[in-house]
């Protein structure tokens, strides 16, 4: 199937390695141009050439911090100069630190809305004049399980990210009269460096090796193993693209099967 992404302008954020680096790399390959970012300019610079050298993809990569509302501006200004516009954007950002209630502050708090719910309100305000301009297009965010089933440990997420989901929700009918589409991607199990600290932190909770952590984790996923970023990353480049052209306002989970919830 060809998508249709040959030639869009995609941006992607928190894309030097993980999920996100798996949509662009996916979107890279069906020919878009794609510009990702990232907090340390190494990592990203080095990501970009590694998707050029893999895809043979125009890229930009530029340092972006997800909490400063002037570095995703410069982001995507530096995006429109070298592309000339932009098609598609990627909601993305390192996920709040795990724990309970009790476990964190007001500072804690603050830091995480303004990581998770306040750079998603702030991207995509910075981005929908591009969108406008070239008569549509797609905005997809990334978040987690726990918006559809609240993870015990990752209490921070449960709630942030809850938000973003309310949030693409209310813009999807905002904005459908303009052809632009929002939509929201689950992970489940990727292998991910994430998903790797948690099933440590899940360990040392438990008592049990990582590999025992791994193997419990494998035997709760009727696929019977972990995602590759890989597979996340098709299908978010099936969402960015128009192939998806009338889905909208929609979260598509990509996780083996695990989620018993039936929405």
């Known amino acids: 199937m060809d998508l249709g992404l ?22 890279a390959r069906e020919g878009a141009k794609v510009s990702i970012g990232s907090r340390t300019e190494a990592d990203i610079l080095a990501a970009a050439g590694t998707l050029h050298n893999e895809t043979g993809a125009e890229t930009l990569g530029s340092v972006l911090d997800a909490r400063d509302a002037g570095s995703i501006a410069a982001w995507v200004a530096s995006t429109v100069a ?9 909601v993305n950002a390192g996920g709040p630190p795990a724990g309970g209630f009790d476990d964190f502050d007001d500072a804690a708090w603050q830091s995480s809305f303004e990581l998770t719910l306040l750079s998603s309100v702030r991207m995509i305000r910075a981005v929908l004049p591009q969108l406008r301009a070239r008569g549509g297009g797609s905005i997809l965010a990334v978040t987690s399980s726990s918006v559809k089933e609240p993870i015990d440990i990752l209490l921070l997420s449960n709630v942030m990210r809850s938000g973003v989901v309310s949030l693409l929700k209310s813009l999807s009918r905002e904005l459908a009269p303009e052809q632009i589409r929002v939509n929201n991607l689950v992970p489940g199990r990727i292998l991910t460096d994430r998903v790797k600290s948690l099933d440590a932190l899940g360990a040392k909770n438990a008592g049990r090796s990582v590999v025992e952590q791994q193997a419990m984790q494998e035997a709760q996923i009727p696929w019977g193993r972990y995602g590759t970023i890989e597979e996340f990353g098709r299908a978010g480049a099936f969402l960015l693209s128009d192939a998806a052209s009338y889905i909208t306002g929609e979260t598509l989970i990509v996780d083996g099967g695990v989620m018993k919830t039936v929405w």
């Open 6 to 27: 040959q030639d869009k302008v995609i941006m992607v954020a928190a894309a030097s390695k993980g999920l996100g680096y798996g949509i662009a790399q996916a979107a």
């Open 82 to 90: 070298k592309f000339g516009g932009v098609d598609g954007l990627v």
